[in-house]
């Protein structure tokens, strides 16, 4: 049977760099399996059902939520998004390290759920820069990116909570402090000591 694999959770504010460090990471870590959400939000251009999000509407989400479904679930600016629970369990199981990016809210509730997984805070180099690259990429209106940034001042004030902090501020450095983070996680699961030195690989 293989070893149980590890959950980490990647979270911040929107317009902080997760996705963009995401797509680093999991071309770096091929044993790490990326839960796909599920949200009531409408797609933007260039997303597919199934593997960016699963796109339900409220009335099927809060159904899915009333079943127990959710490993987590959150509303954000007006739309829910969620974790389904089955899916994640089932490659842990299988053996693969886990990694969910999702919302402040929904970390807080794994953090409750299951204490055994790493929760990664991301985090901009100020919010003058955060406004910037929420305002350059162009996804939402004047007026939703004023409720992200006000939500984001409010998220910001979890970040002690969470195990790391990554400041994306260069992306190559936080590319390369997460991928530390998980190699040190994996250590602490499974560490293997090498023959005639004081150190530990995995």
């Known amino acids: 049977m293989a070893k149980r694999g590890k959950l980490f959770v990647l979270t911040g504010p929107s317009g902080a760099g997760k996705g963009t460090i995401l797509e680093h990471i999991l071309k770096a870590a091929p044993n790490l399996f990326l839960s796909v959400s599920a949200t009531t939000r409408a797609p933007r251009a ?12 409220r009335e099927a989400f809060e159904e899915r939520v009333k079943q127990g479904d959710f490993l987590e679930y959150a509303e954000y600016v007006g739309n829910y998004y969620g974790t389904l629970e089955k899916p994640v369990d089932e490659r842990l199981d ?8 999702i919302e402040v809210q929904g970390a807080m509730q794994i ?3 299951r204490p055994d997984a790493v929760l990664v805070f991301v985090a901009p180099p ?6 910037r690259r929420l305002y350059g990429r162009g996804t939402e209106d004047a007026q939703e990116r004023e409720r ?9 004030t979890y970040k002690d909570s969470f195990d790391y902090i990554v400041t994306n501020e260069v992306l190559e450095r936080a590319v390369g402090d997460l991928l530390a983070i998980f190699r040190a996680e994996r250590c ?3 560490p293997r000591q090498i023959q005639g030195e004081g150190n530990t690989q995995c």
Request: net charge negative.
């Open 46 to 57: 260039g997303e597919q059902e199934g593997i960016h999000y699963f796109f339900l509407s």
């Open 94 to 101: 299988e053996g693969y390290d886990v990694i969910l990016e």
């Open 111 to 113: 953090h409750q759920k």
């Open 126 to 131: 100020s919010m003058e820069e955060l406004s």
């Open 148 to 156: 992200r940034l006000q939500t984001a001042e409010h998220e910001m």
């Open 188 to 190: 602490r699961n499974n």
